[in-house]
């Protein structure tokens, strides 16, 4: 009996002195991106007890591919509710995988929203609210992904792409073209954005994209499409004629 | 030769020992298992893109070695001393100059060797599952993409490789060691007081899942958001009885590239050893008293 309270206590002062070690220990694994965050209890319901005990029990990952194969074959069903469930789900399991949140949002805003579209049994009204309504739920799959993935410039680039090819909203594309830019440093996106800025209405934003065109130009990436963009520029901003770049000679 | 009170080489007898008892139970089966599911899930969903692929194949195998680990680690180290018992091993054992606390390192050190090896044998089997369908997809992407240039090339293979085969792969598979570690010194303890092999395992399944949910019982309690005394107790008492396995869970991120620092092995190590030390002292409390 003496030797049964002596474990119990050795048991009690082990667990006393272990709580702030593992507090610790978890801060840092987190703050190292290795550990993820504790689980939403909100998946219960969704994944069911199993699910969440295995998703629990370290399989996180492993319940996760799962869910994904299960939106994967709600999208050869062509069943859009599921589809975004299950990736709801996918993506509340692994929040830093990108590649979820992507494929996410670009079957919403591509996949869905075309499918409701070019549906003859709807009416016309409703096939472009439905329309709209899978680009605006692509477009929000995107954000919530970026609040978590700040840095993720595949997130920035798909939400850039999805206004500028979907919502057809070219400030918010070129916003997103210009966080790409500043995350990979590739002047590349800084011309997508300055295509973007040249297309709005807004004649502040087309000095930006001016500037961001001329830095490239001076740097000598002169595709096609940049050169006739400046061109265009030129003319709206009316730049004096000695600043013009030269004119671009058809071969 | 006078008797020692503690001898390494008694207990890698009675490690040794454990291993081959628990080989004959056929308890490695899972390692044959283990290899057919590696390979199916490494041609399964052929219509994923390659990352997606590797991804998957690394889900599916990550999640069978550690459902192997923990359910080896519980099983195993459960049935050791109601086997030892039953077969009168135990007698056998303890009538000689063994102290107790010998014979406990001794299975749990068998156990431990049996889960290592098993480890070892199946990250063997994996990484070369990996490594070979990383090149065929590389090799089918170059072929689908007609790459000729060296920087495309560069390109598809660092795609490719960003899912593959790396070291860190293996830090991994440590912390599933470490973990099981834990459970079989955990299951251990409980074994020297439950009545069955049963009771061993239910009791030990339950705190390894509790165990997985302790980061957020424990916050719960330590950052005070509980406010009903009778949940702040419960909290308090449970993040202090089990212990927190969530710390040895990196694997879904390292799935995902991210780098196991030196760092967070050294953290891994520490509190798995913790965890190790301080369970084996309250067995040997336990099996001391335990009538034979």
Known sequence: ?251 | MPHSNFSPARIWTLATATVTQLMRMKILAFLGVFSVIVVAASFASPLLNPEQQLKQLKDVSFGALQIFSVVIAIVATALLLPRDLEDRTLYTILSKPVPRYEYLLGKLLGVLLLIGGGLILMDAAFSVVLWLREKLLLAQMVQSLNAQRPEDLAQIEAYVAKQGLTWNLHLGVLAIFLKAAVVSALALMVSCFASSTLFTVVITKCVVIIGHGQTLMREFFLNGKMTAWVEQALSALLAILTPDLAVFDIVENVIQGEVVTWGAVQIMLGTSAMYVVGYCVVSHLLFVEKEL
Do not use: C
């Open chain 1, 1 to 251: 009996m003496k030797r049964k309270l002596q474990a119990l206590l050795v048991l009690l002062i082990l667990g006393g002195l272990k709580l702030p070690v593992e507090q610790a220990a978890t801060r840092y694994l987190r703050e190292a991106k290795l550990l993820s965050p504790p689980l939403d209890m909100s998946v219960r319901d969704s994944i069911g007890q199993m699910g969440f005990a295995a998703s629990l029990g370290g399989l996180r990952s492993l319940v996760a591919s799962i869910t994904y194969l299960q939106a994967y074959t709600a999208w050869t069903n062509v069943d859009w509710a599921k589809v975004d469930a299950y990736f709801t789900l996918t993506t509340s399991l692994q929040p830093r995988y990108e590649r979820y949140w992507d494929e996410a949002s670009w079957h919403m805003a591509y996949n869905a929203a075309s499918n409701y579209r070019n549906n003859p049994k709807l009416n016309a009204a409703v096939r472009e609210k439905l329309y709209a309504d899978h680009i605006q739920r692509g477009v929000d799959i995107l954000k919530k992904g970026l609040h978590l993935l700040p840095n993720s410039a595949l997130l920035w680039k798909t939400l850039g792409e999805t206004y500028e090819r979907r919502s057809r909203e070219p400030k918010l594309a070129a916003d997103a073209y210009m966080e790409v830019y500043r995350i990979t440093q590739r002047l590349h996106y800084a011309r997508l954005a300055a295509y973007q800025y040249a297309i709005t209405e807004d004649p502040s934003l087309w000095r930006k994209a001016y500037d961001l065109l001329k830095d490239s130009y001076d740097k000598n990436q002169r595709p096609p499409s940049l050169l006739s963009t400046i061109k265009e520029l030129e003319e709206k901003l009316k730049i004096p004629l000695p600043s013009r770049i030269p004119d671009v000679t058809k071969p």
